[in-house]
């Protein structure tokens, strides 16, 4: 029996460098292409293993912006054999240029009514197949900002997929209702044929959770979260990541660490491949639903290191930058 990993990639305009005022290729080279470890670096290295990745792509800032560097960005994963999904920061709707961030639209999906997210998805969803993009079947919410409405807009609009829950962000910005460590597939509702492929966590610290994603988990422990769902026979595992990750916020410098864990996870993911496949949310693999998949548990050497790892990040990479300056 294998378990299906989706490997998915966050890919958007970071809303702080329009904020800071910076011009279209400016924000486009440090979102998308910064300190050369950005997509197309990413987009290698997926395919020097031979991995499969989905990337979320936000369209929205093509309102301020224009479509050109939307269709850039879907051109690019494309090209790459890699597919495009759709994500959604439905600020940008209220954005204008060179403002620095003064006008925008709530930040939040949850905080829009049913008809508003439906209209949002609508109007994104134009935009990302008009950028070039085959028309999604697959969705996560900016900051993963779902709730109920958003599944029900998903699946009258015919999306298969959704994967906005997030244990480790429950209650504040995810709010679909499912448990806190609820990481496996599951029909939200018999009414609906949308499936929720919910983020994995890990337990941090008893009953507290913490994403599977390149910058919250050490490759430690992201090979025992590995380890754990195979032994484990889990019905998916879903990893997160973004087009920015493996550079300072500033988009200027690689972060040693981070490229490293990404390194070292594209490395686990093709040695394990033969029980933790990757799989792009076209290919749409048999999900088991409703299995009762439990979080790796917690270790505190294991968290220590990370701790200490993640001290050293970003010290290294963002705060000693700084200070020469």
Request: with cysteine; proline share 6%; net charge negative.
């Amino acid at each position: 029996m294998t378990t299906p990993v989706f490997l998915t990639v966050d890919t958007e305009f970071a809303w702080r460098h329009h904020a800071a005022r910076l011009g279209c290729d400016d924000i486009y080279a440090r979102s998308l292409e910064p300190a050369g470890v950005g997509l197309s670096y990413q987009l290698a290295e997926l395919a020097r293993h031979e991995l499969k990745a989905c990337f979320f792509v936000d369209p929205m800032p093509a309102l301020v912006y224009g479509l050109a560097p939307v269709r850039r960005m879907v051109e690019t994963i494309l090209a790459a054999g890699q597919e495009v999904q759709l994500h959604l920061h439905p600020n940008w709707t209220g954005a204008r240029l060179g403002d620095g961030g003064v006008r925008h639209a709530r930040f939040q999906l949850h905080d829009y009514s049913l008809a508003e997210q439906t209209e949002l998805l609508v109007r994104a969803t134009d935009l990302l197949v008009e950028a070039g993009a085959p028309k999604p079947i697959a969705f996560r919410a900016g900051s993963y900002a779902a709730n109920d409405d958003t599944l029900t807009a998903l699946g009258t609009l015919g999306f298969s997929y959704d994967s906005s829950h997030n244990g480790s962000e429950a209650h504040a910005a995810s709010r679909i209702s499912l448990p806190v460590h609820q990481i496996a597939p599951i029909r939200p509702s018999p009414d609906s044929d949308l499936i929720e492929v919910p983020v994995t966590v890990i337990e941090d610290k008893p009953g507290k959770a913490r994403t599977f994603q390149l910058c919250a988990l050490s490759a430690g422990e992201s090979y025992d979260a590995l380890e754990h769902a195979a032994v484990s026979h889990h019905a998916a595992v879903t990893i997160v990541s973004h087009g920015f990750e493996l550079a300072n916020r500033r988009g200027t410098r690689a972060n040693a660490v981070h490229v490293r864990r990404f390194q070292a996870l594209c490395g686990m993911l093709a040695e394990m491949r033969d029980v933790l496949p990757t799989y792009h949310f076209v290919d749409r693999p048999p999900l088991a639903l409703d299995h009762a998949d439990v979080p790796l548990a917690p270790d505190q050497l294991r968290t220590r290191w990370r701790q200490a790892e993640q001290l050293w990040s970003n010290w290294v990479s963002e705060r000693s930058r700084l200070r020469r300056r």
